[in-house]
């Protein structure tokens, strides 16, 4: 954090602080897009932490990073804010004028933050997890929260961010095996990735999707000639995809019609259209489930690895979203795509099995990413409603507004120990499909109505567009579809109780 430069380690006392002085050029250095520091009444505040805790955040006092945005501030605010808020937020006094520290509000705010919000204290992670997680925030602060804005208004993030982080180890290169050259980490880091990235507001860098979707596929059920020939592709973090769904097929996977005709010089032609696909815009490989064989359904289906300078390869659409803007989400559509055998993954005909083999990681790495996103929105609200002056007193003095956070503490608690349990089960190669299920069911409905349940305590401020605690619930919204939709995760949950999913076929 820039502070230190002026502050040693940081955690000096706010009154000892009044005695740093400050010229105008020093605070000016401080006014980058990844640092926020404004002058009120010639006292100096970093709002940089604050800008994502604000229930306004960038949206009041940062419009566009690197500039002044004192008066943005001002016109909503007034100083006395900044240390309700952020009770740690002030530098120090302008140089050459007699302004003193600030005092101390009479009602210091708490200040909760994803951990501290939780009763038990989490045992999933170890050591290195955490050390792990220190540096992969730094990155984030460093490289993605400043540029994330911009991400956002251009509706995909730039693909240096994906080989910057795969070359530090935080994107694919974490998760290929050292043999092939890569980091080897177990799978907890994945799901530190996930968390971090839900933490700091930045969920729509859809980081999981290569990590957790689509990796596998290449690690797990390619040739080792294959896997010569892409993973070096992957080290250098290409952006990977996968294309499950098209537009008549989502849930029911087995009736795709995306069709592979064996072609005369051996491999296919592929011809038609697949929907929803993240990171279609930009993904140099994209793992495509298609029909190789259409006399038998499901058995007929298989995943070729289709490259994006392919002729007849393009990305159609892309489509607006409710939130989750940073990622892209297109229709690719493929006509008369020539791919070669060797681009099919694995065995001819397995490419069903492969997708469930696959599937419950990933809807697990979206259940760490919800319960995340949960625990972040219940600190978010906690934080505010204790600073947040209300009849006579604040909000967090009223009954109600307590008993409603006990309750969403408590459900956030029990999600957070499921899930937990559920990444132990993974990493010893324990995870069944119906835990999975159970993780990404719950998870996900959960965190929508925790994010909603939450900004209704932000009153007006909680929808404002682009407030923290707004993004998270339009941004949760869509868990509970994509990865398979919450339905189908009810029917794989009570097959384990000797039902059969209902089906026109048995009707
Ligand atoms: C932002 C976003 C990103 C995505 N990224 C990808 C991607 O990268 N790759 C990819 O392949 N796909 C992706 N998807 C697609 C996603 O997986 C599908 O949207 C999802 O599987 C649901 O399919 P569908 O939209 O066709 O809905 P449908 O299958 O038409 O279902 C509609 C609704 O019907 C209900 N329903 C469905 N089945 C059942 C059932 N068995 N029992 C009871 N009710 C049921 C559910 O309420 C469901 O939401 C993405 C989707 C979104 C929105």
């Given at each position: ?150 991400f956002?208004a251009k509706g995909v993030v730039d693909r ?44 729509g860098?859809f980081?999981?999707l290569?990590?957790?979707m689509v ?23 290409a952006v990977i995809a996968v294309a499950m769904s098209e537009p008549e097929v989502g849930?029911?996977l087995?009736q795709l019609s995306c069709r592979a005709t ?6 296919w032609t592929v011809n038609g259209r697949k929907m929803w696909i993240s990171s279609g815009a930009v993904a140099e490989l994209t793992v495509v489930a298609c029909v ?11 995943m070729l690895v289709i490259e994006s300078e392919m002729p007849g390869v393009s990305c159609a659409k892309r489509f607006g979203k409710l939130?989750k803007h940073a990622s892209d989400t297109c229709l690719i559509t493929l006509e008369d795509v020539h791919v070669?055998?060797?681009n ?134 869509v868990?509970?579809v994509y ?25």
């Amino acid at each position: 954090m820039a502070q230190s430069s002026f502050l040693g380690d940081g955690k000096a006392k706010r009154e000892s602080l009044g005695s740093v002085r400050l010229t105008r050029a020093e605070v000016a250095k401080h006014c980058t897009a990844g640092d926020c520091w404004v002058i009120v009444n010639d006292r100096v505040y970093d709002v940089t932490g604050f800008l994502d805790e604000h229930p306004a955040g960038r949206n009041i006092i940062l419009l566009h990073g690197g500039k002044d945005c004192t008066k943005e501030f001002l016109e909503v605010h007034s100083e006395d804010y900044i240390l309700a808020f952020a009770p740690n937020s002030f530098v120090g006094c302008l140089e050459g004028s007699s302004a003193l520290a600030p005092k101390k509000p009479a009602n210091v705010p708490v200040h909760f933050d994803s951990s501290k919000i939780l009763a038990l204290k989490r045992n999933v992670y170890g050591d290195e997890h955490e050390a792990y997680r220190a540096s992969f925030r730094t990155f984030l602060q460093k490289y993605v929260q400043p540029e994330y804005a911009k991400f956002e208004a251009k509706g995909v993030v730039d693909r240096e961010v994906y080989s910057k982080m795969a070359q530090e180890g935080f994107y694919l290169t974490l998760g290929i095996p050292s043999a092939c050259g890569g980091r080897g980490l177990d799978w907890k880091h994945n799901c530190v990735v996930v968390e971090e990235v839900e933490d700091l507001g930045c969920g729509g860098l859809f980081v999981n999707l290569g990590n957790d979707m689509v990796l596998s596929y290449f690690t797990e059920s390619c040739t080792n000639e294959q896997r010569a020939r892409w993973l070096p592709k992957l080290r250098r973090g290409a952006v990977i995809a996968v294309a499950m769904s098209e537009p008549e097929v989502g849930s029911d996977l087995g009736q795709l019609s995306c069709r592979a005709t064996p072609s005369p010089n051996g491999g296919w032609t592929v011809n038609g259209r697949k929907m929803w696909i993240s990171s279609g815009a930009v993904a140099e490989l994209t793992v495509v489930a298609c029909v190789t064989d259409p006399t038998k359904g499901a058995k007929g289906i298989s995943m070729l690895v289709i490259e994006s300078e392919m002729p007849g390869v393009s990305c159609a659409k892309r489509f607006g979203k409710l939130g989750k803007h940073a990622s892209d989400t297109c229709l690719i559509t493929l006509e008369d795509v020539h791919v070669p055998r060797e681009n099919l993954v694995g065995e001819e005909g397995k490419g069903f099995q492969y997708m469930m083999q696959h599937l419950p990681r990933e809807r697990l790495s979206i259940a760490v990413a919800s319960m995340a996103a949960a625990r972040r929105a219940l600190a978010l609200a906690v934080n505010y409603v204790h600073g947040r002056a209300a009849f006579g007193a604040n909000l967090g003095t009223l009954q109600a507004v307590q008993q409603e956070l006990a309750k969403i503490r408590t459900e956030v608690q029990v999600g957070t120990t499921f899930v937990d349990r559920c990444i132990a089960d993974a990493c010893q190669k324990q995870l069944s499909a119906e835990a999975a299920s159970m993780a990404k069911f719950f998870a996900t409905d959960l965190s929508f109505r925790v994010a909603d349940r939450c900004q209704q305590l932000f009153g007006g401020y909680g929808y404002l567009k682009n407030s923290p605690i707004g993004k998270i619930m339009v941004d949760q919204r869509v868990t509970r579809v994509y990865g398979g939709a919450n339905e189908v995760q009810l029917e794989i949950i009570s097959k384990g109780l000797g039902f059969k999913p209902q089906r026109a076929s048995r009707l």
